[in-house]
């Protein structure tokens, strides 16, 4: 897939999704120390949110908070 490509071509494909990891990783972080938490305990939401990447993010967004 990367075949002929060098390190920097490859480096700014990937940078946008990069990007928005880290983005959408740093807020559900930051979410998870504002918000009431349900299913599990605060130290399981943020495993999930770090080491299931882009899904574990979006779990907690839509199931893992209690909204007001």
Do not use: H, N
């Amino acid at each position: 897939m990367f075949e002929g490509m060098d390190l920097i071509e490859i480096i700014k494909l990937l940078a946008p999704i990069i990007i928005v990891e880290v983005v959408l990783v740093s807020f559900c972080l930051y979410r998870l120390t504002r918000d009431r938490v349900k299913f599990l305990p605060r130290w399981a939401w943020a495993l999930i949110i770090l080491f299931i990447q882009l899904i574990g993010g979006i779990a907690f967004l839509l199931i893992g908070r209690e909204r007001d």
